[in-house]
């Protein structure tokens, strides 16, 4: 269970927010495996709120790179619908102040902080092909998401990756059509898919996927199934939480298994509203 907003955290889980275990680990792998593949850049995320998801990005900062984070935290929303998303979510928890308390919990310094519609970011002030990784998670609106991904495709180096958060919830779909646009009209490939996240790359999201098939999820407790989608192939991502056994050797005894999650319960905690699904994860993570 999150703190409060007021609170100092102990640990980066303490900090509010929507960031849950898979999300966690699958930004941690693609930002070591840029290390590990010498990609090199910044780091921006679109949508901070109180920083849970930009206590982890600010651990993979290397030397050189920076990371710039954009929010309206206490500020005014640039139009009517984003100002009554602001009221309904964010409003009685969010001010600058509480993020700077919770990143500064966890490391020396803050980054850049752009305090400021997203659509600012549009003005050039991140330099063309200036970053490795950007975090879609600011407004929901589709007019706000489809200009957080022009700026994105511009500001990404080569195979750099770019993640949409709430792609598919049933309370966004301003997202999925500006994700799904992006993807049929702006040449953005599909990586992987989480229950609240979509990873893809304007790069070599071939070299991406043979390497993310490498590491054994399925043994560490996550799902993994395949979609091919308008000829791409993605990979789908959840945590369940009970590694697969691996294979017994021929003519060895099987211990039992604990029981898989049934397909009805999967499909269910997929459909359910996030609201619901979220507090069933936090329960199991
Ligand atoms: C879902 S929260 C971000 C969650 C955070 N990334 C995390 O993992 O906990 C969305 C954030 O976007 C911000 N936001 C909403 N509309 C925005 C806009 N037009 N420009 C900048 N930030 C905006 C809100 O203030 C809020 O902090």
Redesign the pocket.
Known sequence: MATPASAVPRTPDD?????WKVDQEVFSWFLDRQSDTGTKGDIL??????????VLLGRHLRDGETFTV????DSE??DAE?SA??DM??RKT?TRQAFETNYLAFHDRLPEVVQ????VLADGRIPEGSCRFV?I???HLYE?VAGDILVARDALAKDGLVVL??YRSPHTPGVAAATWEAVAGLGLKPICLTPEKFYGTWGDADAAKADLLARDWPGEGFRMEKDVIAGHTVHRLAYDGTPAAPAPAAGATTTPRRPQRSRARRLALDLLPPVVTRAIRRARV
């Open positions: 900090v509010p927010g929507w960031f995320e679109l949508g901070t709120y109180l920083g849970r998801s930009a954009c929010d309206l935290f929303a640039p984003n998303e602001m979510s964010y969010l400021a519609p997203t659509s975090h998670d600011a407004s706000h958060d709430d």
